[in-house]
Each structure stands twice: as structure tokens, then as C-alpha cells.
């Protein structure tokens, strides 16, 4: 079964994991946006997908898809109602995002329900 | 009651003065420079209502770790750290989303003569003090079960919560605004008034509504 309490502490666990590692990743100064970015954007879909896997065991696929575009929404709607940048002119790029988003999330979630699966036949 | 939450503060006051530290400063940073950033900047068209959904999350976010603690108090048994701050991280997904949709919802609800707001206000007063529960439908059936067993006596402890915030906060500002202060000022003063008032408000909130149906999960 889809537990909806265990799927929104996966994306406030997600969340709090790139709030912490923005402050930390902070005091050293990247020169470049483009890593910055690409780093939080691992960080943050990276630990979606591995908890995703971990604490919705039954249906992870679902609850890592469901996050990854519950995540994606919420940053676009921030950057545009909180930092005024006017995302939603451009279409293209929310696509890519939320593609993005998907693609690496589902990926990790597959590789940690694999290794789970490889460590359940092991021990058995 | 307050001897109560006084004596309860006296027994664990370890935890309590960490979780201070390491939950209530944070939240309030954060909340305090969004809320200076907002009215900085130009053109967001509504500000105050996004100030006001921060200051929410502010009251909101580190309530878990506290009703945790009262239940072990009430068994004999002591809580430990490491425990709160798991508890912490388990519960943040959920009160962070569900405060956000409430808050909107009552923010639409002010075109409907401001019955859903009222409602919404009350909702947002008490879910997190529910929100250990399994389910979430469990959570929303004790809250307004409780909304209905207590209903007018709800309208005191709101003014208690924003009486304290605003007769404090204004009564160090009059006193205050005299020197040249800046923001890092102004955050401490902040972070200190939170640590003080924060902690006695949710063991005396928790054992309000949680007294009498204190089950260790």
C-alpha cells in the first residue's frame, strides 16, 4: 500500500537534507553557478530517490515519481511567487526541469531497490 | 497548570535547552531573514501574506519533539536527544505541507466573510500537537474532534500566543528603537525572545490538548 505519511516525511526529509547542505556548501565559494546548481540538484534528488526506496518499500517507483514532481512544482512556485523570477514564461525549460527531476530520481530509486533486492537474496 | 509546566521544564531541562539550540534558532533564522528579504525586495505583490505564512511555519515546525517528551514524562521515563531530533526530521515533510495548504486555503477563504480562515487559524493552532498520530486521517478527525470539545476556550490560548509574540516583541522594540541597532541585533534579540517563550508554550500546549489521551506510540 501507498502510505501518504511516509511519502510526505520523504519529502521533508529531502528537503531538509538541501536546506542543511546549501548553508554548509555556503561558506565555500563555488565560482561557478553551473556546478552549484548541478550539485544541490544531486543532493536533493539523489536523497528523494534513496528514501523513497527505504520507507515506502512496497510501491517505491510511485512514491519516488509522485516526489520528484511534488518537488519540482514547489521550487518553481517559489521562484516565482517568493523571488519574483518569471519562470512560468518559459515552458521549455519547466519541462526540462521536471524531466530531469524524474529521470534522476527514478534512476537512484533504481539502483537502491536493486541493491536491496541483491542483499535480500544474499542473506536468504 | 503553569506549576505543572514548570516543574516539567525543571525535570528535563537538558533536551529542552538543546532542541532550543539546535531546532528553535535555526527555524527562527531562517524565518526572520525571509521575512527581511521579502519586504526588501521590489516587486513581489503581496509580501505580507508570505511573511505571515513564515511566521506560521515558525510556531509550527518544531512542536514534535516536545509532545514526544511530554508523553515520556507522563510514563517516568526520560527522553533522549538523539530521539527528539529523529522525531524531528520524520515529522518536518508533514507539518511543512500541510501548514502551507491550510495556509492557502484560509488565505482563499477570506472572499467566503472569513469562515474558512477562522477555521483555517484553528486547524493551524492545533494539528501539529496531533501529528504523531499513524494516519492522516486520523490526525484531522482529533483535530476538529478537539476544535468541537473545546470551542470558545480555543479563542484564549490564541490571544495568549499572539499577545505574548506581539506585547514582547513590540514592548523590546520600544525600548530598543532609540540606539542604532542592525539586523544581527535585531535576529538575537528575536532568537533569545523564542528560546525563552517557545518551549513553555508547547509543554503547556501539549499538555492542554494531550493529557488525556497520552498513548506511547
Known sequence: MFEMKKFLQTVGVSILITIIFSVLIGFIQIPSYGWYIALQMLITYGSLGYFAAKWNPKTPYTSAFLGATTISIMSLCISYFMFNILVFWDPAGIGRSISLAVILTLLVTSITVFIQQKRAGATA | ?217
Open chain 2, 1 to 217: 497548570m503553569i506549576k505543572e509546566v514548570f516543574s516539567l521544564y525543571n525535570r528535563n531541562w537538558q533536551p529542552i535547552l538543546i532542541w532550543s539550540v539546535l531546532l528553535i534558532v535555526p527555524i527562527t533564522t531562517f524565518s526572520f531573514i525571509g521575512i527581511l528579504y521579502l519586504f526588501d525586495t521590489e516587486g513581489i505583490q503581496n509580501p505580507t501574506y508570505l511573511a505571515g505564512c513564515l511566521l506560521v511555519l515558525n510556531y509550527a515546525l518544531a512542536i514534535p519533539p516536545f509532545i514526544k517528551l511530554v508523553q515520556k514524562d507522563e510514563l517516568d521515563e526520560t527522553m533522549s536527544i538523539l530521539k527528539g531530533l529523529q522525531f524531528f526530521l520524520k515529522q518536518f515533510g508533514f507539518i511543512l505541507l500541510v501548514s502551507v495548504v491550510v495556509y492557502v486555503m484560509g488565505l482563499i477563504g477570506m472572499y467566503l466573510l472569513f469562515i474558512p480562515t477562522i477555521l483555517a487559524v484553528l486547524f493551524l493552532l492545533i494539528f501539529p500537537f496531533f501529528s504523531d498520530l499513524k494516519s492522516i486521517k486520523d490526525v484531522i478527525r482529533h483535530t476538529f474532534k478537539k476544535i468541537k470539545d473545546e470551542n470558545i476556550s480555543l479563542i484564549g490560548d490564541l490571544f495568549v500566543i499572539i499577545g505574548l509574540n506581539v506585547a514582547i516583541w513590540t514592548g523590546i522594540m520600544m525600548f530598543l528603537e532609540q540606539y542604532d541597532n542592525n539586523v544581527l541585533a535585531f535576529l538575537i534579540i528575536r532568537n533569545v525572545m523564542n528560546v525563552f517563550i517557545l518551549p513553555i508554550l508547547y509543554i503547556y500546549l501539549s499538555l492542554r490538548y494531550r493529557k488525556n489521551d497520552i498513548v506511547p506510540v
